[in-house]
């Protein structure tokens, strides 16, 4: 990859795991970086290169830049949240990483992701999703990770109208539902 002697392999995702709306990821655990694709969930080209610049940046950031990576423990619960952490806080720094190489203004974060957490607070008063962490607490420390990422991606990256409209309506539903019970302040 470029002259960082870093290779990059292609693989496409079998049948039976590429679950729906699944594009691709990235698997840097190896000695090259693995980008994994699901091409039938992946429609125009430009989508393609978007995801494919995506992923490899990711690569590019773990295996030539180092950048550090959650490590395992023996509690499953913390490990998936620090997963979910580590996810978004990356993602802004690949937004911002692909955006300087010319790809096109869309969001850091995902639009579908944050947009059906501020329906479901609507709806239903919860995030569905979040039930995989049973701790309270650690769902609290998702719920204001995610806030302050769509807060920063708002303030200080460029983001379409689409996305910014998606995201003020998830300040509101937090605020309405969770700001109080997660202690959070908003300066
Ligand atoms: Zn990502």
Known sequence: MFNSGAKIRFIRMPEDKSHEGYKASCDTSKEDIRIWICPKNISAKIDRDICLAHEVTHGWLGRVEKYVRPVK??????????????????????????KQ??????????LKDIGGQAYEIEQNGQIKYLNMLPNGKSQSIIRVATYICCEYALKT????????????????????????EDGVDIV
């Not at 490990?79 to 990356?90: L, R, S, T, Y």
């Not at 190489?101 to 995902?110: A, T």
Request: net charge negative; no cysteine; glycine share 6%.
């Open 157 to 180: 990256i460029g983001i379409t109208e689409d996305a910014k409209q998606v995201f003020e309506r998830y300040f509101e539903a937090y605020k309405g539902r969770y700001l109080a």
């Open 101 to 110: 190489e010319g790809f096109p203004i869309i969001s850091p974060l995902d």
């Open 73 to 98: 423990t023996e509690d499953q619960e913390k490990d998936e949240q620090a997963g979910m952490i580590h996810n978004m806080v990356e993602d802004l720094v690949v937004y911002n990483r692909v």
